[in-house]
């Protein structure tokens, strides 16, 4: 059964990740952030580099690796440090947490009622769509009410 601290601790988890939502549609600039960033300061490559304290090539190669998603975090960190500014590092859900659970107890409940609904089917014993409706509902709330490990 889920717990009164589970369902605190899924409030409070989309509550934190509440402020994110804002930013999903933002894109990142065509150069890339660092370059954007840079090229915004004034700053040369070579001044990047000097602060970075590795070559203007090296400077290139990160650049190039933040636009082909192939930077690591600590490097890009480390980037940013050099331009006077932090990395926020979050995976943004694209529905609420809670949201994500309760569609994934109908998306599984459906899957099982699937599976019995053709067998009985076959045999002519379908349901008619009401009772579907009414078993789909009474399916996922247990699986609503149950581990939500149970749930993947």
């Not at 690591?72 to 609420?96: F, G, I, Q, W």
């Amino acid at each position: 059964m889920t717990s009164r601290f589970e369902k605190i601790q899924i409030y409070q988890l989309d509550s934190s990740l509440m402020p994110w939502q804002s930013i999903r549609g933002l894109a990142r600039p065509h150069l890339g952030w660092a370059k954007a960033i840079r090229q915004g300061l004034g700053m040369t490559a070579a001044a990047l580099a000097k602060r970075l304290g590795i070559s203007q090539a090296g400077v290139a190669k990160l650049e190039k690796a933040e636009i082909e998603d192939r930077i690591t975090l600590a490097s890009l960190r480390k980037l940013a440090d050099a331009l006077n500014c932090e990395v926020h590092y979050a995976l943004v859900p694209r529905e609420p947490i809670e949201a994500m659970i309760k569609h994934r107890a109908y998306d599984l409940a459906r899957e099982k009622l699937a599976t019995v609904s053709h067998s009985m089917a076959l045999e002519g014993q379908q349901v008619d769509q009401p009772n579907q409706e009414k078993q789909l509902e009474f399916l996922a709330q247990e699986l609503l009410a149950g581990p939500r490990r149970d749930l993947w």
